[in-house]
């Protein structure tokens, strides 16, 4: 038995290898008939090509499609397919793994297309840095489509149906033909000399050939140049132009590319009525600060008013006075009950009173008072006050009161 043995997968992992390091696999233009075309629910299409000698499995990947398939393949139709061939390990069998498919025929143009396509992309014309912004609000739309056709009705209408204020000018040019390239280009120009906001340049679909005028590079070049904004409208979704690669925006459609270049009037105005309504709602709440504003400081001028001040101070003195008043008639009754108090102690303490409770007061002849008998001696005069009147009595005796034992008398 041999030393080396290998697996299935070895081995199928280095044929695949082989086919990867061979360039000519690696991009590779093959013809031949449609057959078995299957268009899977993932978006991948399984085919095979055949002639009269063979056939060869081919599949095109989902992501491919956009770019590299402009129609839909039939059975027996006869197609160019640029793929890259190699194995699928897992069954061992090798498939041409398809890029970009064409109808038979259309072989040397697309040559042509991919050609110019890598050599423009190279200069750096399809780079986004160099894209203009399509404006918001184009007043002047040009259009660079033939003057029949359903193209320009297309963006006619819908032109008229999203926004009727917008001015559309048209430059009749070729679409097709041999000067049909030539045509555009001038059509371009004078349109951006004219001064337009922004450009539509495009045409209905069509074959490859029919198409070919937006392929040429003189073309590409004047669309690169221009300096409006340039949307390429060319054919239908599925075609593809160096135009539409050059172009500041690509359209899928000329109705489409009405719709990009026209803003829709009705979303205009709601926007604007939105903007009414903010600025009413700002505009209010700013006049409600300022009235509360207004209001503060007009309370505060007030308050330091003059007038106000004055209205203040005689309130305030207003309000003292009532005070003072209100003390000083506390103080009074105060003052009044004091002297109540004292005029009943001095009622009480009234000689007079005394008199009249049955005491009397008692003088001697030289009109002094007698407060003891040791100031007088039997045989003098005494004068008697009483509560009506005096008596003039002559002393007869006295007698002096002694604090412990019997009185002395004295008698004469």
Known sequence: MAKNVYSV????AYIKNMFVQDFMLNRI??????????YHTSGHIYFSLKDES????????????????????????KVIVLGSVSVYERDGRYQLYAKEIVPDGEGDLYRQFEKLKKELEEMGMFAPEFKQPI???????????????????DIM?????????????LYPALVQGDQAAESIVKGIRTLDEYGVDVMIVGRGGGSIE??????????????????????????????????????????????????????DVRQLLDGLELFRQQLLDRMEQKILVRREQTEHRRKLLQYASPRHQLNEKRQYAADLQEKL??????????????????????????????????????????????????????????????????????VLETEKAERIGIPERNRQ
């Open 210 to 263: 029919d198409l070919w005028a937006f392929n040429e590079e003189i073309v590409a070049r004047a669309i690169f140049e221009c300096r409006t904004p340039v949307i390429s409208a060319v054919g239908h979704e599925t075609d593809t132009t160096i135009a539409d690669y050059v172009a500041d925006l690509r359209a899928p459609t000329p109705s489409a590319a009405a719709e990009l270049a026209v803003t």
């Open 135 to 153: 404006p918001f609000y184009s007043r002047k739309v040009g259009i660079v489509t033939a003057p029949t056709g359903a193209a320009v009705r």
């Open 9 to 12: 997968k070895q081995v199928n």
């Open 29 to 38: 233009y093959v013809k031949g008939e449609v057959s078995n075309c299957k």
């Open 325 to 394: 008043g209100q003390v000083m008639n506390q103080k009074i009754l105060e003052r009044r009950h004091q002297v109540q108090i004292l005029a009943q102690r001095l009622d009480g303490a009234s000689p007079l009173k005394k008199l009249s409770q049955g005491y009397s007061y008692t003088q001697t002849q030289d009109g002094k008072a007698l407060r003891s008998v040791e100031e007088v001696h039997p045989g003098d005069r005494i004068m008697i006050h009483v509560t009506d009147g005096k008596l003039l009595a002559q």
């Open 54 to 77: 063979g056939a060869i499995a081919c599949v095109m990947f989902a992501g491919d499609r956009r770019r590299g398939l402009g129609f839909r393949m039939q059975e027996g139709q």
């Open 157 to 169: 209408n819908i032109s008229r149906r999203r926004n009727p204020y917008v001015q559309l000018i």
